[in-house]
């Protein structure tokens, strides 16, 4: 049996996808393109409106260029919605959050697909490539206990649940042994990790014990909440030697203190101001990237204004900006002065512009620097530990660990292998790489 997986949203789904195509791939299925698979698995996002409507108009994009596969929909919106996603054309089952990483199991699978060709006792192993993807985003939590005024994930994902720490540092060192040289930790509400255990641990024991596991690879730490980074998160990543990348993502969603009360947000401007600020003064090439929320219920003008005062003279890297819509069954939905679509789309294309322009501001800061790195896709594209996806000329292949002296903020490099850290040292005008 051929079969393709199409991911929404966060990290968490992407996470959640590798699983499955490992599963599937273990099954004896095999990856193929949605025009030509037998089964299609829709792993949907839900965390805006525009996310429900991109996920509808994938299965039906799908079943009308294969109207003979077999789509199964999962994910946030297909649990929120599962009577609506049922109805739409090709899709065969609705697998909830709560199901999803046994949906090959639910699946049933012709014997003699089941135990297919490839090394180990069924199937394809697990390889960097899988699903395209270089790096392993492995999620060790799961569900969120927080109380955001406008976000309906805690409905879709339940209650915050984590992995054991042994547990996660066994499938850390499996990926590892199986080539992969990045793991990138997620979860739904990452910085809770822990806390529902017996005993209970927190997010900064589980990143010693991996620490401590000494294994081959390098750890990112995708999405943490503000008020979850702590300082000895920040100290652990600065004094780990590399076993921890300089990149912290920190949704910010509003520089109004009034917005982020009543987005019902636990921390202030204040304090998020203070934590970026130290996380540079330990980390000057930290990568620190941040979420925006532009129109949300009851945003003047003058609140708007606060974002672009802090965001501008701020040193963040990046910015993700989400226009507020409406998620039926949360508190934000039933509050009265809602922003016009004029105003949303206006203030979020300036925000854009804000980020654009603090993205060209860190890279310019980066230029002459040396950065360890990883090669992705076909040995040309580079992302460094602070993560700059930056291109290279050809001469090294995927997933190889390099070193990169960025030469202009349009991503020219000299790149090299570690062990040959000499060829950095030359200045050169054009962009070349040393095998």
Do not use: W
């Not at 219920?297 to 990046?318: K, Q």
């Not at 980066?366 to 896709?377: A, E, M």
């Amino acid at each position: 049996m051929k079969f393709s997986i199409v991911t929404f949203g966060c990290r968490v789904n992407q996470a959640d996808s590798l699983h499955l195509e490992e599963d599937l791939r273990r099954r004896g299925a095999e990856p193929a393109s949605t025009e030509n698979a037998d089964l299609v698995v829709v792993n949907t996002c839900s965390v805006t409106a525009s996310a429900d409507q991109g996920a509808r108009q994938a299965i039906r994009r799908i079943a009308r260029l294969n109207p003979a596969a077999k789509i199964v929909a999962t994910g946030c919106y297909a649990t929120r919605r599962p009577d609506d996603v049922a109805s739409l054309p090709g899709v065969v089952r609705v697998v909830r959050n709560d199901d999803k990483l046994q949906l090959s199991e639910l699946i049933e699978l012709p014997t003699a697909e089941r135990f297919g060709g490839g090394d180990g006792p069924c199937g394809s192993p697990l390889e960097p490539g899988m699903a395209g993807r270089t790096a392993f985003t492995l999620r060790v939590q799961t569900g969120c206990d927080e109380s955001c005024s406008y976000c309906i994930i805690p409905t879709t994902r339940g209650a915050g649940r984590s992995m054991p720490i042994a547990a996660v540092v066994r499938e850390a060192r499996r990926v590892a042994e199986s080539g992969f040289k990045e793991i990138a930790l997620t979860g739904v509400h990452l910085g809770s990790y822990g806390r529902d255990l017996t005993p209970s641990s927190s997010l900064t024991e589980l990143l010693r014990a991996l620490q401590d596991a000494e294994l081959d690879a390098t750890f990112r730490i995708s999405s943490l909440e503000p008020m979850d980074c702590t300082a000895d998160i920040v100290s652990l990543v600065a004094l780990s030697g590399g076993t921890f990348a300089p990149h912290f993502h920190l949704p910010l969603q509003h520089a109004s203190d009034r917005m982020l009360g009543s987005m019902r947000r636990p921390y202030t401007l204040g304090r998020y101001r203070a934590l970026v600020d130290s996380i540079i003064d330990r980390l000057p090439h930290a990568s620190i990237g941040s979420d925006m929320i532009v129109g949300f219920p009851g945003e003047t003008d003058d609140d708007f204004a606060e974002n672009l005062a802090y965001l501008e003279s701020s040193p963040l890297s990046h910015l993700h900006v989400f226009p507020y819509s409406d998620r039926p069954g949360t508190a934000a939905s039933g509050m009265r002065d809602k922003v016009d679509g004029d105003s949303i789309r206006r203030r979020g294309a300036a925000l854009r512009e804000v980020g654009a322009r603090l993205a060209t501001r860190f890279r310019e800061s980066q230029v002459g620097t040396i950065r360890p790195g990883l090669t992705l896709d076909d040995g040309t594209f580079v992302v460094t530990d602070n993560y700059l996806k930056v291109r290279i000329a050809p001469g090294f292949s995927r997933n190889e660990r390099i070193r990169v002296r960025l030469t202009s903020v349009n991503a020219a490099v000299i790149a090299c292998r570690s062990q040959d850290l000499s060829a950095l040292a030359v200045e050169s005008p054009q962009p070349i790489a040393t095998p």
